[in-house]
């Protein structure tokens, strides 16, 4: 059985509620956006913006996970 998008959108929060404390220790959070075909789209703020380390925390730590825990997810990209 597929997952359907609302399904998709439920793990995807639910991992980055996980991330989010990790984020918010150094001053930056992640917020949401959408998953559209397989992508989902965060706004990186706070502390992020502006970060030398934004897209390794972005590829190597968000993606990563989210790439492994989710089906159907392929990428991710911040929105700015």
Do not use: H
């Not at 996980?18 to 989902?40: A, N």
């Amino acid at each position: 059985m597929e997952n359907t998008n609302l399904e998709i959108e439920r793990q995807v929060v639910t991992i980055l509620n996980k991330v989010r404390p990790y984020l918010q220790r150094d001053g930056g959070d992640v917020e949401f956006v959408k998953v559209e075909d397989g992508i989902v789209y965060l706004k990186l703020v706070g502390a992020c913006v502006g970060c030398a380390s934004i897209d390794l925390t972005l590829r190597d730590g968000i993606e990563t996970i989210l790439l492994e825990e989710v089906p159907g997810i392929i990428g991710v990209e911040n929105i700015e």
